[in-house]
């Protein structure tokens, strides 16, 4: 099992740094980098008595294994694995779930801007299945923005046991498929809820489209067949959002 991990950028290691800075080990900083973005982030780590090192722009590259580190890369231990067990403890202390299921997403980038859609939206966890999907990666926190630091992330060795078992907690399952007859804007979306997006090539297995209590659609005015999953992920969220309010 791993052990320890790298996240870069400056909001993944701010928020790693607001929400659990127990896991950093050390940060490597650029030299010549303190500007005023980073300056509250090396004082409060040193406030935690982290390890700070000052070091090349190639050290980073290499660190971070991508150019995209914005002068800082932290060494963390790795997060806590979430399964399915702890997802009744979430349900325990909401009085209306509000989760997002990802059937396989293997895009980090993808995974990244869900997360971040999911934390803008109030969406309380997202669950995946273990196998077949993008787990929490260096570039999925970076894309994420400091997402992958306040949304449990739930992987799961059987999704559809999941499903069922969340349906039998009292969670309404809406699955998306572009060729679903009913419209998103159609559908009922304020109650104990669980959004289903299907993987970037794919869309949602059968089993879990089996799953689903009900399948809508975004309607598409043009000539594409499909939106990018982070981006239909982010429509059907923020509708839910729209009714929940009202
Ligand atoms: C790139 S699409 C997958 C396309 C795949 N060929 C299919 O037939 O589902 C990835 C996911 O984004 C969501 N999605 C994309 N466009 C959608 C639309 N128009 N309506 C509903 N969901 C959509 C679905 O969850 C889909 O499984």
Redesign the pocket.
Request: aromatic letters at 0%; zero cysteines.
């Given at each position: 099992m791993k052990k320890q991990d790298i996240i870069f950028g400056i909001h993944a290691v701010e928020a790693l740094l607001k929400h659990s800075p127990e896991r950093i080990i050390e940060l490597w900083l650029l030299q010549g980098r303190e500007d005023e973005r980073l300056t509250p982030l090396i004082r409060q780590a040193k406030a935690f008595g982290t390890s700070i090192q000052v070091t090349s722009r190639k050290v980073l590259d290499e660190k971070a294994e991508s150019t995209q580190h914005q002068g800082i890369v932290a060494r963390v231990k790795a997060a806590k694995i979430l399964a399915e067990h702890d997802l009744d403890e979430l349900l325990a202390k909401t009085d209306l779930p509000f989760l997002l299921i990802l059937d396989g997403v293997t895009d980090p980038h993808n995974l990244g801007a869900c997360l971040r859609n999911a934390d803008a939206a109030g969406v309380q966890g997202i669950i995946v299945p273990k196998d077949n999907s993008v787990g929490l990666t260096a570039v999925v926190s970076k894309v994420a923005c400091g997402a992958a630091e306040t949304v449990p992330l739930f992987q799961v060795t059987n999704l559809a046991r999941t499903m069922r078992h969340l349906q039998e907690k009292g969670v309404w399952i809406v699955g998306?498929?572009?060729e679903a007859d009913c419209e998103l804007y159609q559908a009922d979306l304020k109650g104990p809820l669980a959004i289903a997006?299907?993987?970037?090539?794919?869309?949602?297995r059968r089993l879990s489209r089996e799953c689903c209590d009900t399948l809508?659609?975004?309607p598409?005015s043009g000539s594409v067949s499909?939106?990018?999953?982070s981006v239909?992920t982010g429509i059907c969220l923020f509708e839910a959002v729209r009714q929940r309010r009202s």
């Open positions: 998306t498929a572009g997006m299907g993987a970037e090539g794919k869309g949602l809508v659609s975004i598409m499909s939106l990018n999953v239909a």
